[in-house]
T-cell receptor
Framework: EDQVTQSPEALRLQEGESSSLNCSYTVSGLRGLFWYRQDPGKGPEFLFTLYSAGEEKEKERLKATLTKKESFLHITAPKPEDSATYLCAVGPTGNKLTFGGGTRVLVKP | GAVVSQHPSRVICKSGTSVKIECRSLDFQATTMFWYRQFPKQSLMLMATSNEGSKATYEQGVEKDKFLINHASLTLSTLTVTSAHPEDSSFYIC?????????????FGQGTRLTVV
């Protein structure tokens, strides 16, 4: 059974204070690792898909990396508008994505 | 990008009534759609998977007679919460997998906040 664990559960940052979010996974055969951003009361917004170890993708202040056991989402010089919950998922196995519990990020000005 | 539209965004209904939530893929054909439920400060819990023209596959513990799913076309899936009760109050989110994109990618609707009073 696929498993995804995200850490930390919550992260408080000062504006400009870079940090990383971790997503550890176990999966029988990785077809993709996905990062989403979710704002309160909204559906998840697609950020990145990573398919193989060593792959990296960037979007503005976000950079996602992938190894055989985990993925990191690096937030460089965050701004208050980066405050959100970041979700990691793997799959699909049997047509389903398996989500982690998410990391709630709060960036204070 | 792929856009998934979910309607309504918020709904309040009386206990015992039924509520229908629509999920549409606006600029792509969705062979598979997913329905999730999310409790406050928790991650997404998959309720069911639906493929166009066939019966939905429900996750263990999800009552198929309470949560009716119809995926009649490649751009529309509906979730009907029948005989709703206060414990059905939650945030419901749909997701669609797009033909033409990498077959693993899925895109989400805006979510529906259901409150049963």
């Amino acid at each position: 059974e696929d498993q995804v664990t995200q850490s930390p559960e919550a992260l408080r940052l000062q504006e400009g204070e870079s940090s990383s979010l971790n997503c550890s996974y176990t999966v029988s055969g990785l077809r993709g690792l996905f990062w989403y951003r979710q704002d309160p009361g909204k559906g998840p917004e697609f950020l990145f898909t990573l398919y193989s170890a060593g792959e990296e993708k960037e979007k503005e202040r976000l950079k996602a990396t992938l190894t055989k056991k985990e993925s990191f989402l690096h937030i460089t010089a965050p701004k208050p508008e980066d405050s959100a919950t970041y979700l990691c998922a793997v799959g699909p196995t049997g047509n389903k994505l398996t989500f982690g519990g998410g990391t709630r990020v709060l960036v204070k000005p | 990008g792929a856009v998934v539209s979910q309607h309504p965004s918020r709904v309040i209904c009386k206990s015992g009534t039924s509520v229908k939530i629509e999920c549409r893929s606006l600029d792509f054909q969705a062979t598979t759609m997913f329905w999730y439920r999310q409790f406050p400060k928790q991650s997404l819990m998959l309720m069911a998977t639906s493929n166009e023209g066939s019966k939905a596959t429900y996750e263990q513990g999800v009552e198929k007679d309470k949560f009716l799913i119809n995926h009649a076309s490649l751009t529309l899936s509906t979730l009907t919460v029948t005989s709703a009760h206060p414990e059905d109050s939650s945030f419901y989110i749909c997701s669609a997998r797009a033909q033409g994109f990498r077959d693993t990618e899925a895109f989400f609707g805006q979510g529906t906040r259901l409150t049963v009073v």
